[in-house]
């Protein structure tokens, strides 16, 4: 089994900073890549920022220059610096985990999510 927790989100005025974890643990043999994901009411869920395990990084176009992703490989833990939000980024932010369980098989797995409330 693999538990993956996000933790961090709340509510913030537009322009404020929130700083997202999601810690993994359970079996697991190595994580590969680990990515947030958010979903608005009504809408797909989305891309926000991926990282890999050496650290090459991939974000949406909406939050370039504004979000940071980052990553502890020993803490299986990756993080989400979230700056100058803005009312749209509003949603519920997902942790996916990417990697290999003990068996080298590959595993994929989310968090539960975290509710990001940004007021104008």
């Known amino acids: 089994q693999v538990q993956v927790v996000e933790s961090g989100g709340g509510l913030v005025q537009a322009g404020g900073s929130l700083r997202l974890s999601c810690a993994a643990s359970?079996?697991?043999?190595?994580?590969?890549?680990m990515g947030w994901y958010r979903q608005a009411p009504g809408k797909q869920r989305d891309l926000v920022a991926h990282i890999t395990r050496g650290g090459n990084t991939n974000y949406a176009d909406s939050v370039k220059g504004r979000f940071t992703i980052s990553r502890d490989n020993a803490k299986n833990t990756v993080y989400l610096q979230m700056n100058s939000l803005k009312p749209e980024d509003t949603a519920v932010y997902y942790c996916n985990v990417e990697g290999l369980n003990p068996l080298h098989f590959p595993i994929n797995y989310w968090g539960k999510g975290t509710l990001v409330t940004v007021s104008s």
């Open positions: 359970g079996s697991i043999e190595s994580i590969n890549a």
